[in-house]
């Protein structure tokens, strides 16, 4: 255990529909990263943020976006999903060092 | 060119067998060298991490990177059927980055 949480685990949503995902870190880490994982692509950066802030920003999409919170859990928004949104969202965070990232179980989401 | 170039597999070896993992990149930026291992259906868990070229011993697992060649390995001995999973290498720049990974290598180890 990573010590990482994310709910939900699964996920079933229709096209041109909205849904939230969420993350919470390990305790004491600041830095949380999202990473969408299918099968064409493999594991692909999304964003990263950092006590608070948004850090880094890989290949998110205009219709994702995401944020952190004081409590620094953090959400992944996706809008207007398509089929091809349909894959493994994991979540990850990092301490102060930021050097090494542990992931969380994932969520697993189907758009039909 | 992707960025970072990984055999998908599968392998398979028998238990016992010394494995050999490997991925080579492009990118002479990337500092901090990382193998992750997935089990099907769970959540990247990680097993080495390296900074400089060279070599790092954990337990059964040796990480090595040359930088000169932009290739890193991941050597298991003694293998046995639980390391059957699927193995990502990640490499990243450095400061606040994502991780860039390969698309990963499923090893299969028969008993």
């Known amino acids: 255990d990573s010590g990482v949480t994310q709910t939900p685990k699964h996920l079933i949503t229709a096209t041109g529909q909205r849904v939230t995902l969420r993350c919470s870190p390990r305790?004491?880490?600041?830095?949380v990263y999202w990473y969408q994982q299918s099968l064409d692509q493999g594991l692909q950066f999304l964003i990263q943020?950092?006590?608070?802030?948004?850090?880094a920003k890989g290949n998110i999409l205009e219709r994702f976006s995401a944020q952190q919170f004081p409590d620094l859990h953090s959400e992944l928004n996706l809008s207007s999903l398509e089929l091809g949104d349909s894959a493994l969202y994991f979540c990850a965070s990092s301490g102060a060092g930021q050097e090494t990232q542990y992931f969380g179980p994932g969520t697993r989401l189907l758009v039909l | 060119q992707k960025e970072v170039e990984q055999d998908p597999g599968p392998l398979s070896v028998p238990e016992g067998a010394i494995v050999s993992l490997n991925c080579t990149y492009s990118n002479s930026a990337f500092q901090y060298f990382m193998w992750y291992r997935q089990y099907s259906r769970k959540g990247p868990e990680l097993l080495m991490y390296?900074?400089?070229?060279g070599n790092k011993e954990d337990g059964r697992f040796t990480a090595q990177v040359d930088k000169s060649s932009k290739y890193i390995s991941l050597f298991i001995r003694d293998s046995q059927p639980s390391d059957s999973a699927t193995y990502l290498c990640?490499?990243?720049?450095?400061?606040?980055?994502?991780?860039?990974f390969g698309k990963g290598t499923h090893l299969i180890i028969q008993p």
């Open positions: 943020y950092y006590n608070g802030e948004e850090r």
């Open positions: 305790s004491g880490d600041l830095s």
């Open positions: 390296t900074y400089s070229s």
């Open positions: 990640a490499i990243r720049e450095g400061g606040a980055d994502g991780l860039t």
